[in-house]
C-alpha cells in the first residue's frame, strides 16, 4: 500500500483545525504548515498527531511549497482547515494512490456550507482550487500572495475525483467580511501596477457580482447565493481601491 501525506495549512484556525485533522487520520502522515498563529492552533494539531512546521507568511504560494517540502511520501493530499474529507474521498484516495495507473495530479470537488445550506450554484458546487491529490515533485505552486496557481511539472492530464469534500468557509458574516479585507489586501500588491481608476474599481466589482449572481445561478441559491454575490463585489472593489490607494501613496495621507 503506498504512503500519503496530507498537508494542511492554517493561521488561527483553532475553531477549524481539530475537524480538519479528524477527517485525514487515515492518512500515513498529516503536515501542518502554520504561520506562527496565537490562538493554539499549533498544539491542537500536535495533540492531534500532526506534524507542524513554522512558515513565516510570505504569500499563500510560498506557503505551499513549504509545506510540500516537508511531505515524506509519494502522495500527498491537500487539504485546508475549513475543509473536511469524506469518507469515499479517503477510500478512493487510497485507491488511486495504490493503482499504478494513476495520472499524476486530480482535481477534487468540493461542497460548501454556508448560511445553514449547501450551496448548489454561486460557482461554489462543485468548485475547485488547485489539484489537491498529486504525486511528490509533480507540480508547485507560484508565489502569488493569494489565488496562488499551480504549475505541473509534467504535461499529462489531470483527473477529477468522482466524490466530494466538504467545505465550511465561513463560521459567521464577521470571518466573511475578516476574509474579504484580507484577501483584498493581499491582492491589491499583485493590481497596483496596472492603470487603475475609481469607475474601473467600479465595474470589475459589478462585473463580480452579476458573475456570481446571475450568470453562476446564484439566484438560486436564495439569500446565501446573493451574499456570496454581494461579497464577491465588495471583495473585488475593494482590492481595486487599495491598489488604487497604494499608486496614490501620500496624495490619499491627511494634510499635515
Given at each position: ?197 475609481m469607475a474601473s474599481a467600479l465595474i470589475h466589482g459589478l ?50
Open positions: 500500500m503506498r504512503k500519503i501525506s496530507v498537508y494542511i495549512i492554517a493561521f488561527n484556525e483553532a475553531e477549524k483545525v481539530a475537524a480538519a485533522i479528524q477527517s485525514v487520520r487515515w492518512a500515513d502522515e498529516i503536515i501542518v504548515a502554520d504561520s506562527w498563529s496565537t490562538d493554539g492552533t499549533p498544539d491542537i494539531a500536535a495533540q492531534l498527531g500532526a506534524k507542524i512546521i513554522q512558515v513565516p507568511f510570505k504569500g499563500f504560494g510560498d506557503l505551499r511549497n513549504q509545506a510540500v517540502a516537508a511531505c515524506s511520501h509519494e502522495w500527498i493530499f491537500s487539504l485546508d482547515a475549513d475543509e473536511r474529507c469524506t469518507p469515499e474521498v479517503a477510500l478512493e484516495v487510497r485507491g488511486l494512490a495504490d493503482n499504478p495507473n494513476s495520472l499524476d495530479a486530480y482535481w477534487v470537488p468540493r461542497r460548501n456550507f454556508f448560511m445553514g445550506r449547501w450551496i448548489r450554484h454561486s460557482g461554489w458546487y462543485p468548485n475547485f482550487r488547485q489539484p489537491q491529490l498529486f504525486r511528490k515533485g509533480s507540480m508547485q505552486y507560484d508565489l502569488k500572495e493569494v489565488h496562488e496557481n499551480f504549475i505541473m511539472a509534467s504535461v499529462g492530464p489531470l483527473g477529477t475525483l468522482k466524490n466530494a469534500i466538504w467545505q465550511f468557509p465561513f463560521k459567521n458574516m464577521s470571518e466573511v467580511l475578516h476574509k474579504a479585507n484580507r484577501y483584498s489586501t493581499l491582492g491589491a500588491q499583485r493590481i497596483s501596477e496596472h492603470k487603475l481608476t462585473w463580480s457580482f452579476f458573475k456570481h449572481y446571475v450568470f453562476k445561478l446564484g439566484i438560486l441559491d436564495g439569500w446565501a447565493g446573493l451574499v456570496i454575490a454581494i461579497g464577491n463585489f465588495e471583495g473585488t472593489f475593494y482590492r481595486y481601491v487599495k491598489a488604487i490607494e497604494i499608486q496614490k501613496g501620500a496624495q490619499w495621507q491627511a494634510p499635515k
